[in-house]
């Protein structure tokens, strides 16, 4: 599931340093500005001083994306060991696109336009300077982006038989009216369409009401993953 996402929320810079990516987006999202430990690395001492540098000179915290394939093997024991909290646990849920699902008046583009760019900002976002970096992770691979009545929006990556479910966002004042159900049923339809037999999505786990809201439409819990962050006041 880590490459999927990886390749659905993808970094504008990229290093690998012998198969832990070293991702940038000038901080526009942990997803963005991680490290991805795909691979071992042989010296992992010498990975680690490696990763913190570079981060530390693009004048950002050093995290990892941590999931069951992280490598190497006691990977995350390590960061803990050295300082690293663990940060926003995430979950990774499933579905067959077996569902009868519909468009029902969302409109599907192949491009976000300003006005959706700027919902999923209100909602997802922090410094409006961030947005035009958040606007070249978002259209970095093909993509359907879904809006319903300017005040819900979603984003669907086809990936072969997947289908990725991105940047859910429904303006405050339209919530509990069901728009974010629909965006959900219409973006699946498209994947449906694209050819994706199946679609998975990322929810942190505190998020208790998105995570009921898929469970209802068929996701179930496929695994997931955290971050690793370093704490700075760790000598």
């Not at 490459?3 to 970094?11: G, R, S």
């Not at 300082?83 to 491009?111: C, F, H, K, N, S």
């Not at 208790?208 to 997931?224: D, K, N, P, T």
Request: with cysteine; aromatic share 8%.
């Amino acid at each position: 599931m880590g490459e999927l996402v990886a390749e659905a929320w993808p970094a504008p810079f990229t290093q690998d340093i012998g198969g832990w990516l070293l991702r940038h987006a000038d901080g526009v999202t942990k997803r963005a500005n991680s490290v991805l430990p795909m691979g071992d690395p042989g010296d992992v001492d010498l990975a680690l001083e490696r990763a913190e540098r570079f981060y530390t000179e693009l004048g950002l915290p050093t995290v990892f994306s941590m999931d069951a394939q992280a490598r190497p093997e006691g990977l995350d024991g390590l960061l803990e060991a050295s300082g690293y909290e663990l940060v926003d646990p995430t979950i990774a849920m499933v579905a067959d696109l077996a569902g009868p699902y519909a468009r029902d008046g969302v409109e599907v583009a192949q491009a976000p336009s300003k006005e959706w760019l700027d919902l999923w900002w209100s909602v997802d976002g922090r410094y409006d300077h961030q947005l035009p970096m958040a606007e070249k992770i978002l259209t970095g691979v093909p993509a359907g982006y879904a809006s319903l009545d300017g005040v819900a929006v979603g984003r669907g990556v086809p990936q072969g038989e997947w289908l990725g479910i991105y940047a859910m966002a429904v303006a405050p004042e339209a919530r509990r009216r069901g728009l974010g159900r629909r965006v959900l049923r219409a973006l699946l339809a498209w994947g449906r369409d694209q050819g994706c037999e199946r679609a998975y999505l990322v929810v942190v786990e505190r998020n208790a009401s998105a995570r009921a809201l898929y469970g209802a439409e068929g996701f179930v819990q496929a695994g997931g993953y955290h971050y690793r962050v370093k704490n700075v006041t760790v000598r």
